[in-house]
């Protein structure tokens, strides 16, 4: 279904695995509880689709389209979503362990509870968004840009590349977990 037309179509609760789905034009679409395991959907346009509790494990997503997607309790566990578009989508309580992220935008992204262990987030963009909560124990946050992001809660122990000066831009509180040697400013901007 490479470049497909399926603006507004309904797949929830479908079995996709694997599916081929390269450029499709997926805005609007629904694709709840949907088992998307390895799927390719490189490109595709995903723009406020609703791919919430989705299985999208392992699926190649590179510079897909996810601005406003619902993708709350979605399992994204070792995606490749780099350069990928999710300005303003909804992940909440997502599993993105082990995924790709590097350069992707995530601006103004609710990342509330979600699971980031081990991602690759070198050079993503996560200004205004929110982590509270989430857990990024051993991820990779080089040129991570973190301006505005509320860390409240979140467990960032482990990670690699993350620096004083991104801490210093982003929101932490007292129940921020930091690596060994950087402090976070409770309530900083």
Do not use: W
């Not at 081929?20 to 799927?39: P, W, Y």
């Not at 601005?67 to 309580?93: E, F, I, Q, Y």
């Not at 992707?104 to 991602?119: C, K, M, N, T, Y």
């Not at 004083?164 to 402090?183: V, Y």
């Amino acid at each position: 279904m490479d470049r497909a037309l399926l603006k507004g179509a309904d797949f929830s609760g479908t079995r996709l695995q694997r599916a081929n789905l390269i450029g499709a034009l997926l805005e609007e679409a629904r694709l709840d509880d949907a088992d998307l395991v390895g799927a390719r959907l490189s490109g595709a346009n995903l723009v406020s689709a609703s791919l919430e509790n989705a299985c999208l494990a392992k699926a190649e997503m590179e510079f897909a389209l996810l601005a406003k997607a619902a993708l709350r309790g979605a399992n994204l566990r070792a995606a490749d979503l780099s350069g990928a578009l999710l300005d303003g989508a909804v992940l909440s309580r997502a599993d993105l362990g082990e995924a790709n992220l590097r350069g992707a935008g995530l601006r103004d992204a609710r990342l509330d509870g979600v699971d980031l262990r081990d991602a690759r987030l070198g050079g993503a963009f996560l200004a205004g968004a929110s982590l509270r909560g989430a857990n990024l124990c051993g991820a990779y946050l080089r040129l991570a840009r973190l301006d505005g992001a509320d860390l409240s809660d979140a467990d960032l122990r482990g990670t690699e590349g993350l620096t004083q000066a991104q801490i210093d831009r982003a929101h932490c509180n007292s129940g921020t977990r930091l690596p060994e040697g950087l402090t976070g400013v409770r309530d900083a901007k």
